[in-house]
């Protein structure tokens, strides 16, 4: 399947697929990060879910077992990982922000931050 | 805490059943973990605010998604486009359907415009009373400073004013306020500018009174430090008002000098309009002169006191300082701050605190009104996505999709809460008006009160909360019927689907429960205030008239003066027409508090430290006192003319102070003295007893009482008492009395003015001003509530009934007796109405009870009031039923078989 039928991506699947990407996850370590680091958009926990059921369905992550490694796995929760589809479409998605972002910086949109 | 999970857990079963098995558990699990890790209350509701309309709306997308799941894209495209096409279709179809029945529509309109109305109508009042900032520069930390009197100190008074020691030390030793100020209200007469003598009430004040409240004179300057020391040269500063009214905007004011209470005054200037705190009808602010070195007696306590918290100070900190400060004052004055220290609390909360219960109460009483507009139009609702299961499940044959299905219910619900939100805030903008002409002064800052952005705002709230609320459950119900494919049902079913009836049922004994509160909450007010009513208040009220005089020490600096002037204005005015009897005292019932004064009992030992003192109310009274006012005289005497300042000092007292200080024993004989008159001729014989009085207001309960003779004050060695209200019983009109008393005193002497002119009916009416206005919104509301309920419960049954015709034609054809089918549907009404009679019942129980105590001050429920409401309720309920029966008994078989 072509990744690019899948853009562009609503900004909070590819918020998830970004978190993802970094390794397996359960739904509440999805949810924590997102809401404690960013200061972008909240993910609440109705549209967390939404979003996951939603990603799993058209095949971009799947659900996998609780990774060896985690400090403390709690086994009755659901991990998700990227599948290749899930990877190649988030590889898509950002190559097109670039090329948004190329496109802002022609315009001089993006001037540099001030510290 | 388990609320939030529990409403979570709730909310989750919003989502279509797939998805909420495969992942409603752990949602579940998230939340809790959320929750518990979230501490405070404040955050914990902001997690519930932001978590569950989330979950809803994503409930609801679900819901859609899963509905075409299968036979399109999987990923839905969105675009805003569409949604926006979406929606002003949905409104077109909402609209023409609801203007297919203009009857049903304006009556749900009305419905809920009246519930909106209400609602809206209060909040604007607690908007305005309790939550606006006070009109004063950054008022938000100024903090009002009471003084507590626990039992251990001897005395019981939860709040008091303060000694001018307790507001210097507390002004020095503060470092979490900016600033104390004190200040006393007083009255007085102002003479000159050509006009007649005013008596106008009056604030003495410290000098940093006005920079404590942050505003600055319009005019002039306020009072200098120097100014605010006692024998100073006197002057005084004017409200905007008063300056208008008394000196005509006089522009060279500042600088002039007026006679205040006969003293030669100097304006140094006038404060800007609108500013007229602490009360607001002070006219005038006088140097309330308090020596920071010898500020007097730290036991004689009368300042009212004020402070500001400093820059990022919080009111607990200022708490935790004042308790540090008290601590040492208990340390340095044992005697004095035992039992006694001082608190202070917000300024806002000082001002609004003992009207909240009351609006508060009136706020809840509205938002049962809107509910049951709310379940009033989901009973509708419900029977017309019914009524239209067919067209439903057509147009979900022909492919519309259950979200869309959702959304035409909740677009007509959405319309009619929208009107019914506008005819409200239009209706509210009446009731505001008529709220206010009802009684103004019983709410402090009434003339506040002001529709502002939040009214309208509130009103878009509640009119998107009652669509929500009334629209979800038919909105979701409908589509679940059409998706079914109840083609089949609707052509043959001849009874209502038992799930349908469920909810139906269960409206309706929503609908009685809430009729059930707000009528027995109104029963309750209403008797209690009934009750508060028919008090006796212990002196006849109908044709009493009062008036007050003061005389200035200046024009008259002798007792003989004072004595020989009253007792002149009283035997004129014995002699007028119209006038049955006529007398004096310092203080009037319900409408001045005589203040309570320690006193000794001649031949008994002081009670011990610890124990509560021996006080009463002093009220000082001249001769026909008690039958003037219509205090019956239980015992002995009251005073004669013969009680004078040469003859033995008498005291008249109480009934209840009678019975407390003198039990199973008569007092007639005994001899009491004010505490600390050590004059040898202080000690008063004990001459009569008379009645209870409810001087302070009917719900509290008569104050013990004893009664000085004003003649005799000087012999105490008390200076003369110079303010007096006249009280007349008259025969003719209270008019032509207060005339008459105007004339006699202006033949004595011109220079004074008569003030607090009130006919004691007046007075009485305007100590219950406050229960009665809470009175007649709750029975108001009340009625609104049980009408709506009326029309909700006969709408349901109606429907009801009519989707049983062919079951009910049936019948009576197969042969049926009417009374058996009578009673079948009427059990069939009345089993919801019950169980929301007991439903109320239940919840009345703590409601009542509580409305009765905090708002009215009167304590308990009686059987009657619960037995009159339940009956009404009940009977509204049976004639709501009765209707639709009887029509179902009219029913003829072929009429019914034709329906098919």
């Known amino acids: ?115 | 805490m388990r609320v939030g999970p529990l409403v979570v857990r709730a909310a989750l079963r919003a989502f279509p059943a797939p998805f909420r098995e495969k992942y409603a558990r752990e949602m579940l699990e998230d939340f809790e973990h959320h929750w518990r890790n979230t501490q405070r209350s404040r955050d914990r509701t902001w997690l519930l605010v932001r978590t569950v309309p989330n979950l809803l709306t994503s409930a609801i997308a679900e819901h859609r998604r899963s509905s075409f799941a299968g036979s399109a894209p999987m990923y839905p495209v969105r675009r805003e486009g569409r949604a926006m096409l979406h929606l002003t279709r949905d409104l077109r179809h909402a609209a023409r359907a609801l203007r297919g029945q203009p009857l049903l529509t304006s009556f749900l309109v009305m419905t809920l415009a009246v519930g909106i109305g209400a609602t809206t109508a209060v909040f604007t009042v607690v908007n305005s009373v309790l939550l606006e900032p006070l009109h004063l520069p950054q008022s938000g930390n100024l903090v009002a400073i009471w003084g507590r009197f626990d039992p251990e100190s001897g005395f019981n008074y939860p709040r008091f004013v303060l000694s001018a020691p307790e507001v210097v030390d507390y002004r020095r030793e503060t470092q979490t306020l900016g600033g104390v100020a004190a200040w006393q209200p007083i009255t007085v007469t102002v003479r000159g500018g050509g006009a007649e003598p005013d008596r106008v009430p009056a604030a003495a004040v410290t000098g940093n009174f006005f920079s404590l409240l942050r505003v600055s004179p319009e005019r002039g300057r306020t009072f200098t430090p120097d100014e605010d020391r006692p024998q100073h040269a006197r002057v005084a500063m004017l409200s905007a008002g008063y300056w208008r009214s008394r000196f005509g905007a006089d522009p060279d004011i500042v600088g002039r000098t007026v006679p205040l209470n006969g003293e030669e005054t100097t304006i140094v200037g006038v404060m800007p309009p609108g500013f007229t705190y602490p009360s607001t009808s002070t006219s005038i602010w006088i140097p309330l002169g308090i020596d920071p070195a010898s500020p007097g007696s730290r036991k004689s306590h009368s300042l009212r006191a004020i402070g500001r918290l400093r820059e990022g100070v919080s009111l607990q900190q200022a708490r935790a300082e004042l308790a540090t400060i008290m601590a040492g004052w208990k340390a340095r004055y044992p005697d004095v701050h035992t039992g006694h220290y001082l608190f202070i609390r917000p300024l806002l909360d000082d001002t609004v605190g003992s009207v909240r219960p009351a609006l508060l109460a009136l706020l809840v009483a509205t938002a049962f009104v809107v509910l049951i507009g709310c379940a009033n139009l989901a009973g509708v609702l419900m029977s017309r996505g019914e009524g239209r299961t067919r067209e439903m499940s057509i147009r979900a044959a022909l492919g519309a999709r259950r979200g869309e299905l959702i959304r035409l219910t909740l677009a007509e619900a959405g319309i009619l809460s929208l009107f019914g939100g506008t005819l409200g805030l239009l209706l509210a903008w009446i009731g505001v008006r008529g709220l206010l002409a009802v009684d103004p002064s019983s709410i402090p800052r009434s003339s506040e009160i002001a529709i502002d952005g939040r009214v309208p705002a509130f009103a878009l709230a509640i009119s998107m909360a009652t669509a929500g609320i009334s629209g979800v459950l038919p909105a979701l119900r409908g589509a679940a019927a059409a998706a079914r494919g109840t083609l089949r049902e609707s052509s043959h079913a001849t009874t209502a689907a038992g799930g349908r009836q469920r909810v139906r049922r269960a409206l309706v004994a929503a609908e009685v429960a809430l009729s059930v509160v707000l009528v027995l909450g109104a029963g309750v007010m209403l008797r209690g205030f009934n009750r508060l009513l028919a008090t006796d208040p212990g002196f006849r009220p109908a044709g009493l008239v009062t008036a007050s005089i003061a005389l200035p020490s200046r024009d008259y600096p002798a007792a003989e003066q004072v004595e020989a002037l009253y007792s002149s204005v009283l035997d004129r005015l014995r002699r007028a027409p119209g006038v049955a009897a006529a007398s004096a005292a310092s203080n009037v019932p319900l409408l001045n508090e005589a203040g309570v004064w320690d006193f000794e009992i001649e031949g008994r030992p002081a009670p011990p430290a610890g124990e509560m003192a021996w006080n009463a109310a002093a009220v000082i009274a001249r001769r026909d006192y008690a039958r003037t006012v219509g205090i019956p005289v239980e015992r002995g005497r009251f005073f004669r003319s013969q009680d004078d300042a040469r003859s033995m000092m008498v005291t008249v007292i109480s009934d209840t102070m009678a019975k407390r200080f003198f039990p199973g024993r008569n007092p007639i004989g005994h001899r009491i003295r004010v505490k600390g008159v050590t004059a040898p001729a202080g000690w008063m014989t004990i001459v009569g007893v008379i009645g209870d009085v409810h001087d302070v207001g009917l719900e509290a309960a008569p104050r013990p009482t004893y009664y000085i003779a004003q003649p005799q004050v000087p012999s105490m060695g008390e200076g003369p008492y110079r303010q007096m209200a006249i009280v007349i019983r008259v025969s003719g009109s209270p008019d032509a009395a207060i005339a008459a008393l105007r004339s006699v005193v202006h033949d004595l002497d011109p220079r004074l003015p008569l003030f607090d002119i009130e006919s004691m009916d007046a007075v009485l009416d305007q100590s219950v001003a406050r229960p009665r206005f809470t009175t007649t919104l709750l029975v108001v509301f009340a009625i609104v509530g049980i009408l709506l309920g009326a029309g909700g419960i006969y709408g349901v049954l109606a429907y009801t009934v009519a989707t049983r015709t062919p079951e009910i034609g049936i019948r009576r054809a197969l042969g049926a007796p009417a009374t058996r089918i009578l009673s079948d549907v009427m059990r069939g009404g009345l089993w919801p109405v019950c169980l929301g009679l007991a439903i109320g019942l239940l919840l009345s129980y703590w409601t009542s009870r509580a409305l009765a105590t905090e708002v009215l001050g009167v304590s308990g429920t009686d059987l009657t009031t619960y037995a009159v409401a339940v009956l009404a309720v009940f009977t509204v309920a049976l004639v709501s039923c009765a209707v639709p029966a009887a029509r179902a008994l009219r029913v003829s078989p072929l009429a019914a078989l034709r329906s098919e």
Do not use: C, N, W
């Open chain 1, 1 to 115: 399947m072509d990744p690019r039928t899948f853009l562009p991506l609503p900004p909070l699947d590819f918020q998830v697929l970004l978190d993802l990407a970094a390794g397996p996850k359960h739904a509440y370590g999805l949810a924590t990060p997102v809401e404690v680091t960013r200061d972008d958009v909240r993910l609440e926990l109705g549209s967390l879910y939404r979003i996951l059921a939603r990603l799993s369905s058209d095949g971009l992550i799947e659900e996998t077992e609780p990774r060896r490694d985690e400090s403390r796995p709690d086994a009755r929760r659901r991990y998700y990982q990227l599948t290749a589809l899930g990877r190649a479409v988030a590889g898509a998605e950002a190559r097109r922000l670039e090329g948004l972002i190329r496109t802002a910086r022609a315009q001089r949109l993006l001037v540099p931050r001030r510290k």
